[in-house]
């Protein structure tokens, strides 16, 4: 993908390959001052010749404006045709190394940085936990309050005015009442004074009755404890020992409260004595239980890392886990906490899309001819075409696009076929893990379509931050020519290196243009190569070799044979509209030439390719000849194989 610094310029120039129309803007009306410049001379002319009613005069200039736009459109257009060789011929891009060792010292540190950082929220568990709750809304502008204030005090006069009224009532009101509740209020309150009194004399009773009997009862329970001490046994000399301080301390603090005697004291004395004892012991075990369980419960186990895995390769495992984290890096200008973001949001996105089961979900094969990869380019680069013109067919297109629930389908399909890819290709640091994308423009729907706009921007913006550094190379085909002045217009919007990633080319150079990058066996039979479906008499396996024929020139191919064989070729000329035929010329002097394809016309629609075959009884050559009498460059494919006959 475009590196994040330019990456607003790359969604325009993605976004305007799905929807072409965006840029054309038929409808849209010239400038004014474009007007000026194109219709003056026209107008002063048309002034000078009719200067009669108005209507006549508006009619004239309005025709004269139509010229002078289509003029306009003609111009851009040969102004396109010159610039388009050079947008073609910028630097192609070369995909920088995946071996740590070739790295400069600073991506060598930055990676290091980055695998740290990673490291430590696998260990904290932190990389695929949720995101932080958003900051808090940024306080209103200034003006915004002062309106607000404004609007508010306007509210608060209104109140205030309606509560003044509302209070001078309520005032009235509420002073008689409370001239009624004065005098109430001192009724109540000598009625309230006269029952405390009664009250206090009443508790005051009550009080000395509790006291005088609950000195009985402790004259009582002296006399019990008493009598049961005496029958105790002696204790051990140790207890004795303890008991003696305990009591003394006791005794020293009963004696400074002593109020009702000796005997009370040495009753308290005596209780102390036996509650000490009693309660000593086990407060002692209960504590060493206590301890015993403190110390039979394990700490618990250190936390193991967490393990997170993307397109099947763990983040921290291996040389193949380098090349992903250089791609996040590479994405982000190799800033080491930028790129971190980008891991730990795309770690979260694959999760909360459920990226594991979309794998191995069925979303059915409706949009099988919009996007499909095919072959290879010609250094083992995977190729994807991306077909918008299929979506002129209305039913697809309302299939697709209809509503939301069928938009996010489509989302979810283009997102399983990229990812199945991306899971096929060779993360080790010397392999291929990039792709080639092939964006067909012909009939795209445009920017008309705002289904398709919606989800074209949805799915652009899923694969810029989640599928970073995975283009090597962006084909623009079957380009119409106000997208390539487009194109100039953006460039000066793009780094080198984005530019070196896109190619553009119109409908004419498509064919000759895909070459340049895929073999023709590897190109698909409706862009001019020969790779299609189904058993075929050639395969992928079996080179074409490729010939240019200039215009209103022959152009013959000749095999040669030493014994008897069965020669098969397969022949395509690229748009074809020349002569073809086919003979085999013996090697002996008296032999007869023997016709064995009858020359005939072929038109562009006739045929798309001619497969022949034909028996070698001598020695001799099958001998292919293609008329070119037209004005243009025609580009020949053939191939061709040969079998011995055993006699």
């Not at 073609?88 to 695998?115: I, M, R």
């Not at 810029?464 to 085909?477: L, R, S």
């Not at 022949?571 to 035929?581: K, T």
């Amino acid at each position: 993908m475009a590196e994040e610094t330019q990456k607003p310029a790359a969604e325009e120039v993605v976004a305007a390959v799905a929807h072409p129309e965006a840029q054309a803007q038929p409808d849209k009306p010239v400038p004014e001052a474009d007007k000026e410049t194109q219709v003056d001379k026209p107008v002063a002319e048309t002034e000078a010749a009719e200067p009669e009613a108005e209507k006549k005069e508006g009619d004239a200039v309005a025709a004269v404006e139509e010229k002078a736009v289509e003029g306009a459109a003609e111009e851009e257009a040969e102004k396109a045709v010159e610039g388009k060789n050079q947008i073609a011929q910028s630097v192609s891009f070369k995909e920088e190394s995946y071996v740590v060792g070739d790295l400069p010292e600073a991506q060598k540190k930055a990676l290091e940085e980055l695998k740290n950082l990673i490291q430590e929220a696998l260990n904290k568990h932190e990389l695929s936990s949720p995101p932080p709750p958003p900051p808090p809304p940024p306080p209103p502008k200034e003006e915004d309050k002062q309106k607000e204030e404004a609007v508010a005090a306007a509210e608060e006069k209104k109140e205030e005015a309606v509560a003044a009224a509302e209070e001078k009532k309520e005032e009235a009101e509420a002073a008689a009442e409370e001239k009624k509740e004065e005098v109430e209020e001192k009724k109540e309150e000598a009625a309230a004074a006269e029952e405390e009194k009664k009250e206090e004399v009443v508790a005051a009773a009550e009080e000395k009755k509790e006291e005088a009997a609950a000195a009985e009862e402790e004259k009582k329970e002296e006399v019990v404890a008493a009598a049961v001490e005496e029958k105790a046994e002696e204790p051990k000399a140790e207890a004795e020992e303890k008991k003696e301080e305990t009591v003394e301390v006791v005794t020293e603090v009963v004696e400074k409260t002593e109020e009702d005697g000796a005997k009370t004291v040495e009753a308290m004395e005596e209780t102390v004595k036996s509650v000490t004892v009693e309660e000593e012991a086990p407060s002692t075990s209960a504590v060493a239980v206590e301890e015993e369980k403190k110390e039979e419960v394990p700490p618990p186990p250190p936390q193991a890392p967490e393990e997170v895995e993307i397109w099947g390769i763990p983040l921290l495992a291996d040389e193949r886990s380098d090349v992903i984290l250089l791609k996040f890096l590479r994405a982000r200008d190799f800033k080491v906490k930028d790129a971190f973001t980008m891991i730990k949001n795309t770690v979260r996105w694959r999760k909360e899309f459920g990226i594991d089961s979309l794998i191995d979900e069925d979303l059915g094969s409706d949009w099988d001819k919009v996007v499909f990869t095919q072959g290879f380019d010609k250094e083992g680069h995977p190729v994807c075409y991306n077909v918008f013109g299929e979506f002129e067919d209305k039913e697809l297109y309302q299939k697709t696009f209809s509503d939301e629930e069928k938009r996010q389908k489509f989302i979810r399909w283009r997102i399983q076929l990229l990812e199945k890819s991306v899971r096929k290709l060779d993360f080790s640091p010397s392999g291929i893990s990039t792709i080639v994308q092939v964006n067909d423009l012909k009939n795209s729907p445009g920017l008309s379509k705002r289904e398709l706009r919606q989800a074209t921007n949805q799915a652009l913006q899923l694969l810029q931050d989640n599928y970073p550094e995975f283009v090597a190379k962006q084909v623009f085909i079957n380009v119409p020519w106000w997208y390539l002045a487009f194109s100039r217009m953006i460039s000066a919007f793009l780094t080198q290196r984005t530019k070196s990633k896109f190619v553009f080319a119109g409908p004419s150079k498509s064919a000759e243009t895909l070459f340049k990058y895929i073999a023709p066996e590897q190109v698909p039979l409706q862009y001019g190569g020969l790779s299609r479906d189904g058993e075929q008499e050639f395969g992928t396996a079996h080179p074409v070799t490729e010939v240019t024929i200039k215009p209103a020139t022959k152009q013959t191919v000749e095999f040669s044979f030493a014994e008897k064989s069965h020669l098969v070729w397969e022949l395509r000329v690229v748009g074809w509209d020349v002569s073809y035929g086919a003979e085999f010329a013996p090697s002996a002097e008296d032999g007869y030439t023997v016709i064995a394809q009858k020359s005939r016309k072929i038109a562009p629609t006739d045929e798309t390719v001619v497969v022949h075959s034909f028996k070698v009884g001598e020695p001799g050559k099958v001998v292919l000849t293609i008329d070119n009498q037209t004005s243009k460059k025609k580009k020949l494919l053939y191939r061709s194989k040969t079998t011995p006959i055993s006699e």
